[in-house]
């Protein structure tokens, strides 16, 4: 079993729809929880970072964490085209060497 | 804002040839961390390091592989002997503190092993 899955897509959606993108892990010891964007041949950009169940909010993203159900989603209104990227999800034990276990990653394509 | 910086931007090199892949980290930050993406699949962990030395590193990370704070601010992966599949793009990351677990990755290094 992985560590971590993600919903693989692609996923295309007409702009202006609710994007879903959504991640499970198999380890209890994870506790932070991020997401990065990633444009092709590019670094990872974090968009979103918590370490506690329940949303946390910054403008269009949504990150929602359900640590019982060990589930992690992405929520993006109002979606434009340049939100078309990679999603990563990644998770961190709680260790302080902190490295990052990824998901495999889901391609948007929002189209005008 | 102040970002992780990574040189070069591409490298093409030999196989069986020594490369130093090259990292700025932000300047205040303790904890740095090397990733790399084979094209077409995930981003995996290699190493972390911290306080001059290796905290963690995965399977991947052989004896081809070293890492090395040389100075104040640089950060550098060197691969010994590269191999056609080490071609793959390379991150580096870094972080400030163990309270703040946010990593701030480069833009990265391709590294094409022929």
């Known amino acids: 079993q992985k560590e971590v ?3 693989p897509g692609p996923l295309s959606v007409p702009e202006g729809a609710i994007v879903s993108l959504n991640c499970t892990y198999s380890n209890s010891a994870f506790q932070y929880f991020m997401w990065y964007r990633q444009y092709s041949r590019k670094g990872p950009e974090l968009l979103m970072y918590t370490y ?3 949303n946390k909010e910054d403008g269009r993203f949504t990150a929602q964490v359900d640590k019982s159900s060990k589930y992690i989603s992405l ?6 085209p340049s939100d078309s990227a990679t999603y990563l999800c990644a998770i961190i034990s709680g260790t302080n060497a902190g490295k990052s276990t990824f998901g495999d990653g889901t ?3 929002v189209k005008p | 804002e102040p970002e992780v910086t990574q040189t070069p931007s591409h490298q093409v090199t030999q196989m069986g040839q020594e490369v130093i892949l090259r990292c700025v980290p ?3 930050h303790l904890y740095f961390y090397w990733y790399r993406q084979i ?3 995930k981003v995996e962990f290699l ?3 911290y306080n001059n030395e290796i905290s963690e590193k995965s399977e991947i990370f052989d004896d081809q592989f070293s890492v090395e704070r040389p100075d104040g601010s640089n950060f550098t992966l060197k691969i010994r002997s590269t191999k056609l599949e080490d071609s793959a793009m390379y991150f580096c990351a870094s972080r400030d503190s163990p309270a703040k677990n946010i990593q701030y990755f480069g833009a ?3 590294l094409s092993v022929l």
Do not use: H, K
Request: proline share 0%; charged share 20%; aromatic share 8%.
């Open chain 1, 5 to 7: 899955e993600q919903d």
């Open chain 1, 52 to 54: 506690s169940s329940g």
């Open chain 2, 39 to 41: 094209l077409g699949q």
């Open chain 2, 47 to 49: 190493v972390s390091f």
């Open chain 1, 107 to 109: 391609t948007l394509t």
């Open chain 2, 26 to 28: 932000i300047s205040n």
């Open chain 1, 75 to 80: 929520f993006i209104r109002d979606s434009q």
């Open chain 2, 108 to 110: 990265g290094t391709r």
